[in-house]
């Protein structure tokens, strides 16, 4: 059922879900991109090197962007990231400094 179906009749509070709301589509197209295959481990070294890299000059911004994009590419490579605490409050202690200024960028860091 989409949102389709309620243009035929006025619902009432009680008839109407969240998922009546989503739009009616086809299939999504299959991704075809497996990260275990399509990266080599050439790849993920120089990836962790720039990572590392970010870490050496308290880059949080981009370090907490960089292991976001990793742990999410590999998540049962996590531990490879060593994301100690000192990364962690360099991390905590750039987002803070968004709040004061650009929710965006806040938000971007939070997530």
């Known amino acids: 059922m989409g949102i389709r179906k309620h243009f035929e009749k006025k619902p009432s509070d009680e008839d109407l879900k969240l998922q009546d709301l989503s739009l009616e589509h086809g299939k999504s197209p299959e ?9 080599t481990k050439s790849d993920w070294q120089k990836m962790r090197k720039v990572l590392e890299g970010d870490r050496r000059n308290n880059i949080w911004h981009a370090f907490a962007y960089q292991s976001m994009k990793l742990k999410i590419l590999f998540p049962d490579r996590v531990a490879e990231l060593d994301l100690n605490d000192l990364a962690w409050q360099g991390m905590k202690d750039k987002l803070e400094s968004y709040r004061e200024y650009d929710w965006r960028v806040f938000a971007g860091q939070a997530m």
């Open 31 to 39: 991704l075809k991109f497996d990260p275990e295959t399509e990266i």
